[in-house]
Every structure is written in structure tokens, then in C-alpha cells.
């Protein structure tokens, strides 16, 4: 049976109800599932200075990304650590056994980081521990099956040896691809891709790259390049939207990010636009 990758934003992941985590319960006792998770909104109320502009770094390419330092991973750590809990007592609540990983527990592995910033109007070299993500060792997930779900908390250990920061949607993409997973979802705290202000339902690969280069901004832009690192890598369909998995998964609320072109696909069924975006 085919395992999926759900990737909980941090943006939202205290405000998922009772019913969301009924309904993942349900999913899972059927289902092999990898849960990786995010920290901006927990880091933001761990301390103000993570409210801070400062606190995220912008390469020459536009690309954001957390300043890391050790103190930082030490909060990361901290933060995860009370989510994980509480991801594990609800889920077990529920009849599903949690298994916990840290990415850089030989999970997933990262390369050299950028090392040019833009600070006000320069471009200044600074150490971050950040990298991009380079291997995913599935074996480390032995236990995955229906019933036992694991969550991963996206840090990655790099070329030497050093516990690093990753793009928690873009690690969800590695990973999901790694284990061979059908689909990706990413619930965040927005229901649909919005594209000119309309919500979209589904949107094909290379239209979704096309938006991303064109008009997609922060946290979307991210998920845009994730989800197409993870159909590039074989998962079927990227799910972005902010509904119970499976209402995601049938694609009855959200966005279906597709490799074949969306107009050879059916239209949405939440009464939404289908956009291919061929004609910009
Ligand atoms: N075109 C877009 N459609 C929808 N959301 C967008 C778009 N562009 C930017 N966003 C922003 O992306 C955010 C989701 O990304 P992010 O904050 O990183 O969430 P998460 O923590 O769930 O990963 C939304 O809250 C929204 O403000
Ligand atoms: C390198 C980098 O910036 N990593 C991200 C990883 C967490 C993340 O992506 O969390 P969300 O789900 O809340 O977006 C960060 O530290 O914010």
C-alpha cells in the first residue's frame, strides 16, 4: 500500500480541530502516513524576536529563509518537541501510535547553504545553517505501516556533520518522493492557491511553475517549488489547502497541483475555477 506525506504548516497547526485529526485517524488506520511539521507561528510565540524582519534572510534569487544559528536549532528543538507531544496524544487518543524523528537523525541530509544575504541594500556574506536538502534515507522510516504514522521534524545534517535548518515543504517533497509516496498534501492556513485573487482547484506543473516565477510570493512560493521537486520525483498529486486530509485527497476542497496538464483533467468539484494558465 502506498504511503502519503502530509505536511502540517506551522501557520495552522494549532488551529486543526477535533474533526481534522478524526478524520487523519481514520486515514491512517488504513494507511502508511509521514507527517513532517513546521515552527514559524510556535518560534513566533517562543519569543518576539522571531516576529522580527531580521529573523528571515533573502538571497540574491529572492529565496527567504530562517537566519539560523545553534541557538536557533536549540528552539527549533524546543518547539518541536511540545508539538510532537501533542501530536502524539492526539493521534493516540484516536488508536494511532506516533513515531517521532528528528531529519537529522539520518534521515535527511542537506549540502552547502548559500552564503549571500541581502541586509538592507547589501549583499553581505553570513554563516546559516541552512542547506538544501541532498539525500533522503527511507530506511530509517523501518516501522511505517497502517495504524503506526511517523512525524519528522524537518533538520537535515550537512557535509560536515553539522545539524542544519531546511525548507519544511521542500523536505516533505524529498521525503515523500524517497518513500515512494503517491500523494503530497500541505495544509496550511489558506484553502486554495489563489491566482489572480480566484481560488484554484487544479493546475497542472508547469502552470504552477509558471505562477510561482511570475506572481507567488513567501510561504506560497515555497510550496509551489516543493510541489513540483515532488512530482518531478514521482508522486502522483500535490494537495495544497487547509480542509481534513481526506476532503484534500478527493480533491473536493484545495488545490490539485498535477504533472499532466490540468485541462485534460476533470474540473473541481467545490465550484472553483480550473486554471491552466497556458495563454501568460
Ligand atoms: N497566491 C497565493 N495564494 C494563496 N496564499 C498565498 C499566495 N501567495 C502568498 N500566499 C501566502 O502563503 C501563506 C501560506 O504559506 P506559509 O505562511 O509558509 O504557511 P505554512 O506555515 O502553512 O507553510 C498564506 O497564508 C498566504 O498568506
Ligand atoms: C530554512 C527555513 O527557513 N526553514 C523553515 C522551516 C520551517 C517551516 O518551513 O515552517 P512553516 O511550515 O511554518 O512554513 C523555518 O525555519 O521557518
Known amino acids: 500500500m502506498s504511503p502519503i506525506v502530509v505536511k502540517l504548516g506551522g501557520s495552522c497547526l494549532d488551529d486543526l480541530a477535533g474533526a481534522w485529526w478524526n ?17 514559524s507561528k510556535p518560534l513566533k510565540q517562543l519569543s518576539s524576536r522571531y516576529s522580527d524582519p531580521s529573523a528571515i534572510l533573502r538571497d540574491r534569487y529572492g529565496n527567504q529563509s530562517r537566519w539560523t544559528t545553534t541557538e536557533v536549532i536549540e528552539d527549533i528543538k524546543t ?14 487518543y484516536r488508536g494511532i501510535t506516533l513515531e517521532r524523528k528528528l531529519g537529522s537523525d539520518g534521515l535527511v541530509y542537506a549540502g552547502p547553504g548559500e552564503r549571500w544575504w541581502w541586509q538592507g541594500k547589501q549583499l553581505v556574506e553570513l554563516e546559516n545553517l541552512v542547506g538544501p536538502i541532498t539525500k533522503v534515507e527511507p530506511s530509517v522510516l523501518k516501522n511505517l505501516r ?4 511517523y512525524l519528522v521534524t ?13 525548507d519544511a515543504d521542500r523536505a ?8 515512494g509516496a503517491t500523494n503530497l498534501v500541505l495544509v496550511t492556513d489558506v484553502a486554495h492557491l489563489l491566482i489572480d ?9 508547469d502552470a504552477a511553475a509558471a ?12 510550496k509551489l517549488r516543493a510541489a513540483g521537486e515532488a512530482l518531478a520525483q514521482g508522486v502522483t498529486e500535490v494537495v495544497i489547502g487547509s480542509a481534513p486530509v481526506s ?23 467545490d465550484g472553483t475555477a480550473t486554471q491552466a494558465l497556458k495563454e501568460q
Open 23 to 39: 478524520d487523519l485517524a481514520v486515514h491512517a488506520a488504513e494507511h502508511p502516513v509521514v507527517l513532517v511539521h513546521g515552527w
Open 197 to 205: 485573487d480566484q481560488p484554484v482547484s487544479r493546475i497542472d506543473a
Open 146 to 149: 497502517p495504524g503506526h504514522v
Open 154 to 166: 524537518p533538520l537535515a545534517s550537512n557535509e560536515l556533520g553539522q545539524e542544519v535548518n531546511t
Open 172 to 179: 516533505a517533497a524529498a521525503i515523500a518522493g524517497a518513500i
Open 211 to 222: 505562477f510561482r516565477d511570475k506572481g507567488a510570493t513567501g510561504g506560497m512560493r515555497k
Open 247 to 269: 476532503d484534500l485527497l478527493a480533491g473536493r476542497t484545495g488545490t490539485v497541483i498535477t504533472r499532466a496538464p490540468a485541462s485534460e483533467l476533470a474540473p473541481g468539484r
Open 79 to 92: 518547539v518541536s518537541t511540545v508539538m510532537a507531544d501533542d501530536v502524539a496524544t492526539r493521534l493516540e
